[in-house]
C-alpha cells in the first residue's frame, strides 16, 4: 500500500519520536554541537543526520500523548510543511497518519501560516473536518506570539481560497478567532463580496458570545461601527448576556454590565432590542423597572415589540402584565398585545377581555375590542366582528370599523 508521506518526511517523524521520548539524562550526553544549542534552534536536517536508525513511528492515529511534549517544535514546523508537500502525497486528514498532520496546523505560527494554509488547501476530509482543522489553524496564528495580524490572514485566506462557499467558511473561522477590535470589525469592509462580509460578521458574533467578560468591549468605539457591523455586536452581546449564567452571573446583571460600562447611550435601544428578540421576559424586566434606561419613542417601540414576543409565547396572561403597568403607554401596548394574543389563544383572549373590562379605561377597551374585531373579519367572522363593534365607545373608531366590516 502507497505511504500517505514521503520517505524523508518518515524520518523526520522517527527522529522527532525518538527525541521527544528519550530521557533527559540521555539527550544531555548527545554531542557537543548539539549540546549546547536549544532545541528551537536545531534544523530539521540536523535532526535527520543525527537520528539513530529506527523502524518505529509513534502512533500518528492518538497524538495527544506526543502533541503535549512540544513536538514538533516551532522551528520546524515551516521544513516539514515543505517535506510533506513534496512527491505528490496523499495528504488525507481522516486517515491513519492524519493526526501528525493535524498537529502541524496546531503548532503553526504567524510566520509559518501562510505555509500550513497552502498544505491545508491540498487536504482531503469530511467538510465536517475540514472545517474543525480550518478553525484550529485561525485559533493558533491568531493566539501566538507575535500573532498574525487580521488583515494578513483575509490576504493568505484569498490567495489560498479566492472565492465562493469554501472562502466564505474561512472568512467565518477567520473572524471567529480574531481579536475583538475596532480594526477586526473595520476589516469586514476590505471583503469585497456581500456574501463574505455576513459570514465574516456572523464569526465575529460567534467570537463576541464566546467571551467569559465583557472587560475588552469597553474599548470599542460603536459610532466608528458601520449599521450592519453595529447589529452584529448587538446581536452577539444579546446572545453573550442571556447565556452569561454558565460564568457564575444571572442574565440581568450581565446585561447591566453592558448598560452600565460598555454601551454608549446611543446603542442602548438596538441592544435591548436584541435582547428582546431572544429572551422578552429579561427583556420586559428591565424596560418595566423604575429607572428604564431609555425613554420617548424608543422605550414605547422596544415595549410593544416586547409584549408582542410574550404574548405569542404567553397568550392572555402578557395581557396581565400590561394591565399591571397603569401606563399611559397602555392602549397601544394593550392593542399589540391583544394582537399577538389572539393568535395565540383566540377565545381565551375574548375570556380575559370580559373578565377584565371593568378595571380598564376606556381607551384601552377601545384598543383591545379594535384587536378582536380586526381578527374577526381576518378569520371571515363578519357576524361576530359587527358585535364587537357595537361595543366601541369612540365614534370615530366606530365609524372606521364599521367601514371595514362593510360587504365589499
Request: aromatic share 8%.
Amino acid at each position: 500500500m502507497k505511504s500517505l508521506f514521503p520517505p524523508t518526511a518518515f524520518r523526520v517523524l522517527g527522529l522527532l519520536a525518538i527525541s521527544t521520548w528519550l530521557p533527559a539524562c540521555k539527550r544531555e550526553s548527545s554531542p557537543a554541537s548539539v549540546e549546547n544549542r536549544k532545541t528551537s534552534d536545531v534544523t530539521t536536517s540536523e535532526r535527520i543526520s543525527a537520528a539513530p536508525e529506527s523502524d518505529g513511528l509513534p502512533d500518528l492515529t492518538d497524538p495527544s500523548s506526543w502533541l503535549s511534549s512540544g513536538v514538533p517544535v516551532k522551528a520546524d514546523i515551516r521544513s516539514l510543511l515543505e517535506l510533506l508537500s513534496k512527491d505528490g502525497a496523499d495528504l488525507n486528514l481522516d486517515g491513519p497518519n492524519g493526526g501528525y498532520l493535524r498537529s502541524l496546523f496546531f503548532w503553526c505560527d504567524s510566520e509559518s501560516f501562510e505555509e500550513a494554509m497552502a498544505i491545508f488547501k491540498q487536504t482531503t476530509a469530511t467538510p465536517e473536518g475540514r472545517t474543525l482543522y480550518l478553525d484550529q489553524l485561525y485559533a493558533r496564528a491568531f493566539s501566538c506570539d507575535p500573532p498574525l495580524t487580521v488583515r494578513g490572514a483575509i490576504q493568505v485566506t484569498r490567495q489560498t481560497f479566492g472565492s465562493g462557499s469554501i472562502a466564505r467558511n474561512a472568512f467565518w473561522s477567520l473572524f471567529a478567532h480574531a481579536p475583538i477590535t475596532n480594526d477586526t470589525f473595520v476589516s469586514v469592509r476590505d471583503l469585497p463580496y456581500d456574501d463574505e462580509k455576513k459570514a465574516a460578521l456572523a464569526g465575529l458574533s460567534r467570537a463576541l458570545s464566546g467571551k467569559e467578560d465583557l472587560s475588552e468591549l469597553n474599548a470599542l468605539h460603536f459610532t466608528e461601527l458601520s449599521d450592519e457591523e453595529n447589529q452584529a455586536v448587538m446581536r452577539a452581546l444579546a446572545d453573550w448576556t442571556i447565556t452569561s449564567s454558565y460564568i457564575g452571573r444571572s442574565n440581568q446583571e450581565a446585561v447591566e454590565t453592558c448598560l452600565g460600562s460598555v454601551l454608549p447611550e446611543a446603542e442602548i435601544p438596538k441592544y435591548l432590542g436584541a435582547i428582546a428578540e431572544r429572551d422578552p421576559d429579561l427583556a420586559w424586566t428591565l424596560l418595566t423597572s423604575d429607572s428604564p434606561p431609555i425613554s420617548g419613542d424608543d422605550l414605547s417601540s422596544l415595549e410593544r415589540d416586547c409584549i408582542s414576543s410574550l404574548a405569542a409565547k404567553k397568550g392572555p396572561a402578557a395581557l396581565d402584565l400590561v394591565r399591571e403597568m397603569h401606563s399611559t403607554q397602555s392602549p397601544a401596548l394593550f392593542k399589540s398585545a391583544m394582537d399577538s394574543s389572539l393568535r395565540a389563544d383566540s377565545i381565551g383572549s375574548a375570556d380575559w377581555y370580559e373578565r377584565n373590562q371593568a378595571k380598564l379605561p376606556s381607551g384601552s377597551k377601545d384598543a383591545l375590542v379594535s384587536s378582536i374585531v380586526e381578527f374577526n373579519l381576518a378569520q371571515g367572522a363578519e357576524e361576530e366582528a359587527l358585535e364587537w363593534i357595537s361595543r366601541v365607545e369612540d365614534a370615530d373608531l366606530r365609524a372606521r370599523l364599521e367601514s371595514e366590516a362593510a360587504p365589499k
